[in-house]
């Protein structure tokens, strides 16, 4: 359940986060060669100084604009895998102890970060409500289906 959770859409978004940044840093190789070839053309003649001056305005500014859109993309893409690294650490653990006889001080350390109890709260029928939140080490809570 946990793997399903973390691939849910992972992979698409990793995907496309990976295809994203490919294109922003060849946006970024172009930007600069275009610059290049500006710079060319105003030596040259080709172009005048003021053009020269609004046109590489323009491409530095795009070129800003991608290094921060890449920097996030490449910082998203981080994330992922260290959550990826993050539910293999927990499944190591799971798997560790998976034929556990007792609940041990030691095992509760070792798979639980922390238990949030919330308040209690009572139904129409006067039917008492106790919500738990469990958060697992490395993985934080996972949403359990509704048994």
């Not at 030596?43 to 100084?49: A, E, M």
């Amino acid at each position: 359940l946990l793997i399903q959770q973390n691939e849910i859409g992972g992979k698409r978004k990793t995907a496309a986060a990976t295809k994203q940044l490919e294109q922003a840093q060849e946006r970024i190789s172009e930007v600069s060669r275009i610059i290049k070839r500006l710079y060319e053309d105003n030596v040259n003649g080709k172009i005048s100084d003021e053009r020269f001056m609004e046109l590489s305005a323009d491409y530095e500014q795009e070129q800003r604009e991608l290094k921060d859109r890449a920097a996030a993309l490449q910082e998203e893409l981080d994330k992922s895998q260290a959550a990826t690294v993050n539910a293999e650490k927990f499944m190591g653990i799971v798997r560790k102890h998976l034929a556990f006889e007792e609940l041990t001080p030691t095992l509760l350390r070792e798979m639980i970060e922390k238990i949030v109890v919330h308040e209690c709260s009572y139904d129409e029928n006067g039917t008492r409500r106790q919500d738990i939140e469990i958060y697992y080490s490395f993985v934080g809570k996972i949403d359990l289906p509704e048994a």
